[in-house]
């Protein structure tokens, strides 16, 4: 039957993932992969042997005909991230999009999403909240925060090791040093962290501190 699925994979733990998931990237006549070479090691891990291309943000837009194609000759396919949701800050809404276009089926399996557990660990209000993705790196940045000083709900950023600082920094310049925040990593790895302090409290520790690893940053809503 054609119809495209949207597969969660773990952000860490291998276990992370449904049995559903399993039956479904096993039974799939193709997984689409954002990085073949990491999706790898979990496919192997669950013996899972379905053939894997990669569909990733920089061929998307050039390997999306194709993909409909082979949808609408009959195929499932499975579409996979490196970690967490697919089309959650990562590849997915392009070809979610054009398969609702060409009247393909498309369904999402429940599972991992990185946000989810650092919110409810956060020790914020968990039923209002704003999730903004990566900031935009230079152009919008700055317009971005003003617009979200503001805002009434706890409010997520994802975010990379090596921009934390910066990010940090134009937090507490834009929403104030003494706003509450929360940075979560590595969640559901061994070295999962949670720390949450006023901005310029964490901005301090992390200056002292490298670390590695996904981010999660979280950040208080005006009281």
């Known amino acids: ?57 920089f061929n998307e837009h050039q390997t999306l005909t194709n993909i409909i194609n082979q ?15 697919p089309a959650i800050s990562d590849p997915g809404f392009l070809l979610t999009r054009e398969c609702i276009r060409n009247g393909i089926e498309v369904e ?5 999403t990185a946000f989810v557990p650092a919110l409810v660990c956060s020790g914020f209000p968990c039923d209002r909240f704003c999730f903004e993705g990566f900031l935009p790196h230079k152009k919008g940045r700055q317009s971005r925060l003003e617009i979200l000083k503001d805002e009434t709900r706890t409010i997520i950023f994802y975010e990379s090791p090596h921009r934390l600082l910066k990010t940090l920094t134009d937090l ?7 706003r509450l925040c929360c940075v979560c990593r590595e969640i559901s790895k061994k070295f999962e962290q949670i720390k949450r302090d006023t901005i310029q409290n964490l901005l301090q520790y992390y200056t002292d501190n490298q670390i590695k690893g996904e981010i999660v940053i979280l950040v208080s809503a005006v009281a």
């Open 1 to 57: 039957m054609t119809k495209l699925y949207l597969v969660p994979t773990p952000i860490g733990n291998l276990e992370d993932i449904t049995l559903r998931a399993i039956r479904i990237l096993k039974e799939a006549d193709l997984i689409l992969a954002e990085d073949t070479r990491t999706s790898k090691t979990l496919l192997t891990h669950y013996d899972i042997n379905t053939p894997v291309v990669a569909h990733h943000q």
């Open 71 to 85: 949808l609408l000759s009959g195929k499932t396919i499975a579409l996979i991230t490196d970690a967490g949701t």
């Open 108 to 112: 999402c399996l429940a599972g991992a």
């Open 172 to 178: 507490a310049a834009t929403f104030g040093q003494d």
